[in-house]
């Protein structure tokens, strides 16, 4: 089975601007979490989607948004990019057949978001 | 104070030693995740754990629920062992530790 995938790898954009990450899940996964890694505040939770509806949100502000298509793909913005969010963002995708949320998660390579 | 507490911070270690890495957490939890990161940034899930003690090759995994804590153990560890490993809690969310930086000397 192909792993979890992300696109793109890496990327710049300018302050002000918006960007667009991807995350395709391994088939048959249904739910797909977003985080984000910056070497100051660690690993971060921003949201997770099970069948098309976020389950549960983190901490950030209203300019993360993310959605999940029926095949289970993922995306997430960023809007108004700021030097901040420069960071490595990381989808993970599970199979959680029941709903329930405990169960092993799989990372993609992550995309690394530089804002200059 | 983090919700999820690691320690230690860093560890350096020779070839073969056995490594010890623990986890305190403040919340309450459905599941305890132990993840490895190597440079560049993959991020492997090693063991995801509710009650007792899981094993997989050199690596055990215990939690105890009543202490809120976890370790996470290697045994015989070996150079290509060195990465960051992180736990986090899961409640809703995913809650995380800042991560202990192993190194394995040869």
């Known amino acids: 089975k192909a792993g979890v995938t992300q696109t793109p790898r890496y990327l710049i954009k300018t302050r002000g601007q918006q960007v667009t990450l991807s995350c395709s899940p391994i088939?048959?996964?249904?739910?797909v979490s977003w985080y984000q890694q910056t070497p100051g505040q660690g690993l971060q939770f921003l949201f997770e989607?099970?069948?098309?509806?976020?389950?549960n949100k983190g901490n950030f502000p209203g300019r993360f948004s993310g959605r999940q298509f029926s095949n289970s793909r993922s995306e997430m913005n960023v809007s108004t990019l700021e030097l901040g969010d420069s960071a490595l963002y990381l989808c993970?995708?599970?199979?959680?057949?029941?709903?329930?949320?405990?169960?092993?998660?799989?990372f993609g390579p992550g995309t690394r978001l530089t804002v200059t | 104070k983090n919700e999820v507490e690691q320690s230690p911070q860093n560890l350096t270690a020779q070839e073969g030693e056995f490594i010890t890495i623990n986890c305190s957490y403040s919340?309450?939890?459905?599941?305890l995740h132990w993840l490895q990161q190597h440079p560049g940034g993959g991020i492997v899930s090693l063991f995801m754990?509710?009650?007792g003690k899981k094993k997989h090759g050199r690596l055990i995994a215990t939690i105890n629920i009543q202490e809120k804590h976890s370790s996470l153990h290697i045994t015989a560890s070996h150079p290509r062992d060195s990465a960051v490993y992180i736990c986090?809690?899961?409640?809703?969310?995913?809650?995380f530790g800042a991560g202990t930086r192993l190194t394995v000397k040869p």
């Open positions: 088939s048959g996964h249904r739910s």
């Open positions: 989607y099970f069948s098309e509806t976020q389950r």
């Open positions: 919340v309450g939890i459905s599941a």
């Open positions: 986090a809690a899961l409640e809703g969310d995913m809650r």
């Open positions: 993970a995708s599970s199979l959680d057949p029941t709903g329930r949320a405990s169960y092993e998660q799989y």
């Open positions: 754990l509710s009650s």
